[in-house]
């Protein structure tokens, strides 16, 4: 079959992409920018075009669009006008799951990283997978790995609801909360949606829920399969952290070992107990499985270190709803030493997020000794009169009274802000799901110049 994918350089369409390509397909596709995505596609052998023009149609004989395509792509439109069949892209990733057996990852924070993890033990325990994630995993420098079995692991999107399309053998629910006011207009809202979900699944099929959250357990009860929970509170599989790396696992109650993790947070231990739980669903024993993690090199922008220079570290993390950023920023205090400070750097994502949870943002970064907030990231949203970065800085003043905390709407001024109030042994982290990770890199740029002077 003929393909064309309109928005093809995005993480989830890029490996569907690629999976398609692998199984016989003639993949083509176009994107507004170059990007990592786009060149590896090419290597891979697909035609990406940059820009969109009704040409580039070809003669496909479907069309699959990423969520971000307007209706009035020219593109979109021309297939329209030939009556060709249009899908969207998790239509797509849930033809790619039939068939197989399947395991979906889903949840409002965490699904990129327990989706990698998931991948890794699989592999690590002889399973052979296929996985499709939300972002480049570390180990292999792709958001796509090929595996020679039937087993699929896939990033499952909640944001517009399209994870609906999906019907796998076995889900993992990390987490629920309200987030994507674009789509959901409540919190009961996403949890109808996420219940819609976990009632498609079989019967033989499983469902491996955090029991820590008490919206996944709600959702839970709705499940026609056997459920599987974790947590650090309670669960089937249960952690005692000891370190911000590592943590005794039991399981049903019954202590099995102590568990050391390539990556460091609360937030990454419970991922890992999702992961280990996916594993005994297919038969594995759960220590086992979540100790083949002591290994796991993480995924891009997630904690993922960027560099030190002159005693100064930087981190770079995709968080951007205040739940992430409080879980990050707690993972980012746990490494440092007593005396050390953690400076957060923060570009809200999106105007209508940033509207409807801006007194959430406020009190999220209770961890953070310094703040920085610059404009909002609109990521395809048309500016809304008076939401800004102002907007979070007020509520994080108003919340508690934060003693540093500045307000830098231009960008490109961060990085010498930054040498003004970072000193050595400081850490930075620069948050959010737009292009902030650009100022740590500056920063770092100007520390190893600043250095290099005689």
């Not at 924070?109 to 993890?117: D, I, R």
């Not at 400070?341 to 406020?362: C, D, K, M, N, W």
């Amino acid at each position: 079959m003929n393909i064309h994918m309109i928005g093809i350089g995005g993480a989830g369409m890029s490996g569907i992409a690629e999976v398609l390509a692998r199984r016989g397909h003639n993949v083509t596709g176009s994107d507004l920018k170059e990007s990592p995505y786009t060149r590896r596609l090419r290597e891979a052998g697909i035609t990406v075009y940059i820009g969109h023009a009704p040409d580039q149609v070809g003669n496909a004989d479907q069309v699959v669009i990423s969520t971000a395509i307007p209706k009035t792509n020219p593109e979109l439109l021309q297939a329209r006008r030939r009556s060709i069949p249009v899908i969207p892209r998790a239509a797509a990733l849930a033809r790619i799951l039939e068939g197989s057996r399947s395991v979906a990852v889903a949840g409002t924070h965490g699904k990129t990283t327990t989706t990698s993890m998931t991948a890794h033990v699989l592999e690590a325990l002889g399973e052979n997978p296929t996985a499709l994630v939300g972002g480049e995993l570390n180990d292999i420098g792709s958001n796509v790995a090929f595996g020679g079995s039937d087993l699929v692991v896939a990033e499952a999107d909640e944001s517009d609801r399209s994870f609906l399309y999906l019907r796998p053998q076995a889900a993992v629910v990390t987490n629920i909360e309200f987030d994507h006011p674009d789509f959901y207009s409540s919190l009961d809202d996403v949890l109808e949606t996420f219940e819609q979900f976990v009632r498609s699944l079989p019967e033989d099929g499983c469902l491996v829920v955090c029991a820590d959250d008490p919206s996944c357990l709600q959702v839970a009860a709705e499940a026609p399969c056997p459920v599987t929970t974790y947590g650090i509170g309670s669960g089937d599989l249960r952690a005692d952290i000891v370190s911000p790396s590592s943590y005794v696992l039991f399981e049903s109650g019954d202590r099995r070992g102590v568990v050391e993790l390539g990556v460091y947070g609360r937030h990454n231990v419970l991922n890992s107990l999702a992961a280990a739980g996916v594993a005994h669903w297919l038969g594995h024993q759960a220590y086992e499985a979540a100790s083949t993690l002591h290994d796991f090199g993480g995924v891009r922008r997630r904690l993922q270190e960027k560099g030190e220079q002159a005693e100064v570290r930087v981190v770079d993390d995709y968080a951007h709803h205040p739940t992430e950023l409080s879980a990050t920023l707690a993972a980012a205090r746990s490494t440092m030493p007593r005396d050390g400070r953690v400076i957060a750097v923060f570009q809200p994502h999106r105007y209508s997020r940033t509207r409807a949870l801006y007194r959430e943002f406020g009190a999220s970064f209770s961890s953070a000794d310094a703040v920085l907030v610059t404009e909002v990231y609109g990521a395809g949203e048309m500016p809304q009169p008076g939401v800004n970065g102002k907007l979070i800085v007020d509520a994080i003043c108003e919340t508690r009274g934060h003693p540093e905390v500045y307000y830098i709407p231009q960008q490109d001024a961060i990085p010498a802000m930054l040498q003004n109030v970072a000193r050595r042994g400081d850490l930075v982290l620069t948050l959010g799901a737009g292009d902030i990770s650009k100022a740590g890199e500056d920063l770092l740029a100007i520390l190893e110049d600043r250095g290099s002077r005689p």
